[in-house]
T-cell receptor
Framework: AQKVTQAQTEISVVEKEDVTLDCVYE???????LFWYKQPPSGELVFLIR??????QNEISGRYSWNFQKSTSSFNFTITASQVVDSAVYFC?????????????FGKGTKLTVNP | EPEVTQTPSHQVTQMGQEVILRCVPI?????FYWYRQILGQKVEFLVS????????KSEIFDDQFSVERPDGSNFTLKIRSTKLEDSAMYFC??????????????FGSGTQLSVL
């Protein structure tokens, strides 16, 4: 069965610090997809990244970077030089596209608070 | 960027009443989903819809729930007889592909359902 574990329930940092959010997943499939979403206090789910299991290259987008390591089944997310606007709950998710569906299994989320 | 639109943003109803939550997915998308998030908990998959039929559903999606795409643009979730435990944020999502061809799975801003 698929499972996503975000062991960090809450993290608090001071502005400009770097912060890494951990995500560990379990799946029996060789083809799968990993996601990160941001949920600000307003409640919407903001798409950040989708990565397929065959692409282990790390990705950088501005202050955001992602480290995908199949050997440890991890897909960690780092925010460099954090800002107050980064305060949100961040969800990691896993899917195995099959049939006519790409159902996501979410982790419980990590609440990030960035203090000025 | 195109958005998934959900209405209403808030819905209050009495236990036992029927509610319909509405979504307008992105116009060229083909795969549609409903998820829910009970307050303070993780996001849970309810149902996926493709080619005018349900492609996958979770255990949560029992006979009280139904989905419909009544025209070319709307995608609705109906709860026939609401229960207190149906109180949650309901998210609609859509994508243009699944599997390797997909790039994103975009969510709407959600409908907060409160059952009294």
């Amino acid at each position: 069965a698929q499972k996503v574990t975000q062991a960090q329930t809450e993290i608090s940092v001071v502005e400009k610090e770097d912060v890494t959010l951990d995500c560990v997943y379990e799946t029996r499939d060789t083809t799968y997809y990993l996601f990160w979403y941001k949920q600000p206090p307003s409640g919407e789910l903001v798409f950040l990244i989708r990565r397929n299991s065959f692409d282990e290259q790390n990705e950088i987008s501005g202050r955001y970077s992602w480290n995908f390591q199949k050997s440890t089944s991890s897909f960690n997310f780092t925010i460099t030089a954090s800002q107050v606007v980064d305060s949100a709950v961040y969800f990691c998710a896993l899917s195995e596209a099959q049939g006519g569906s790409e159902k996501l299994v979410f982790g419980k989320g990590t609440k990030l608070t960035v203090n000025p | 960027e195109p958005e998934v639109t959900q209405t209403p943003s808030h819905q209050v109803t009495q236990m036992g009443q029927e509610v319909i939550l509405r979504c307008v997915p992105i116009s060229n998308h083909l795969y549609f989903y409903w998820y829910r998030q009970i307050l303070g908990q993780k996001v849970e998959f309810l149902v996926s819809f493709y080619n005018n039929e349900i492609s996958e559903k979770s255990e949560i999606f029992d006979d009280q729930f139904s989905v419909e795409r009544p025209d070319g643009s709307n995608f609705t979730l109906k709860i026939r007889s609401t229960k207190l435990e149906d109180s949650a944020m309901y998210f609609c999502a859509s994508s243009d592909h699944i599997g390797p061809a997909a790039e994103k799975l975009l969510f709407g801003s959600g409908t907060q359902l409160s059952v009294l």
